[in-house]
Nanobody
Framework: QVQLVESGGGSMQAGGSLRLSCEASGRTFSTYDMGWFRQAPGKEREFVAAIWSNGVTRDYANSGKGRCTISRDNVKNTVSLQMNSLKPEDTAVYYC??????????????WGQGTQVTVSS
């Protein structure tokens, strides 16, 4: 099992940048794919970005392509999300999630508590 704790949220102006971080517990971090999701008020949770356990394969939602970069550090057990050119529609609670690389079909099984990001125009 893995526990996830996000940090780095806050309030910022449109056009700015932010870097969210997620620290994972446990010794098997490198065996998990890691993802970022977000949920805006009144909307369903949506995928933002993912990085596979190999640290090479990355996937981004269309809303974040060109603006987001996901990275991981398997020594520090962290995954980060860099977002540039922020828009008010990026306002949401951002969640870090983990998925076992050996059972990807089960989806993301572990979730953090979330961190609020508010972007004002």
């Amino acid at each position: 099992q893995v526990q996830l704790v996000e940090s780095g949220g806050g309030s910022m102006q449109a056009g700015g940048s932010l870097r969210l971080s997620c620290e994972a517990s446990g010794r098997t971090f490198s065996t998990y794919d890691m993802g970022w999701f977000r949920q805006a008020p009144g909307k369903e949770r949506e995928f933002v970005a993912a990085i596979w356990s190999n640290g090479v394969t990355r996937d981004y939602a269309n809303s974040g392509k060109g603006r987001c970069t996901i990275s991981r550090d398997n020594v520090k057990n962290t995954v980060s999300l860099q977002m540039n050119s922020l828009k008010p529609e990026d306002t949401a609670v951002y969640y870090c999630a983990a998925r076992r690389a050996t059972t990807r079909d089960r989806g993301y099984e572990y979730w953090g508590q979330g961190t609020q990001v508010t972007v004002s125009s």
